[in-house]
């Protein structure tokens, strides 16, 4: 089992950046699509972002396409979100994953780490 350990989070004005980090533990990471998640207040969780095994492949909600950045560094299992332009709607809490699949991104195949906080004031 991966465990995944959320960083980066802050608080942050609108128009803003914040990069968050993802640390996991295991030896397979390379093999996963990983992905990004985060929870506003008073709603579920929803999708942000995902990069393929390879790389090669990524995909955005498109609330945040064209603002948001995914990369992995697979040297040091971690995986990484650039967050510009931010909006007070981004707020949440912001959590990685591994998707079930490349076409199946909403359900996930780890146990959820604790996340880390994103505020963005107006």
């Known amino acids: 089992q991966v465990q995944l350990v959320e960083s980066g989070g802050g608080l942050v004005q609108a128009g803003g950046s914040l990069r968050l980090s993802c640390a996991a533990s295991?030896?397979?990471?390379?093999?996963?699509?990983m992905g990004w998640y985060r929870q506003a207040p008073g709603k579920g969780r929803e999708f942000v972002a995902s990069?393929?095994?390879?790389?090669?492949?990524?995909y955005y909600a498109n609330s945040v396409k064209g603002r948001f950045t995914i990369s992995r560094d697979d040297a040091n299992n971690t995986v990484c979100l650039q967050m510009n332009s931010l909006k007070p709607e981004d707020t949440a809490i912001y959590y990685c994953?591994?998707?079930?699949?490349?076409?199946?991104?909403?359900?996930?195949?780890?146990?959820w780490g604790q996340g880390t906080r994103v505020t963005v004031s107006s």
């Open positions: 994953n591994a998707p079930l699949s490349a076409t199946v991104r909403n359900l996930v195949k780890f146990n």
């Open positions: 295991g030896r397979t990471f390379s093999t996963y699509d």
């Open positions: 990069i393929s095994w390879s790389g090669g492949t990524t």
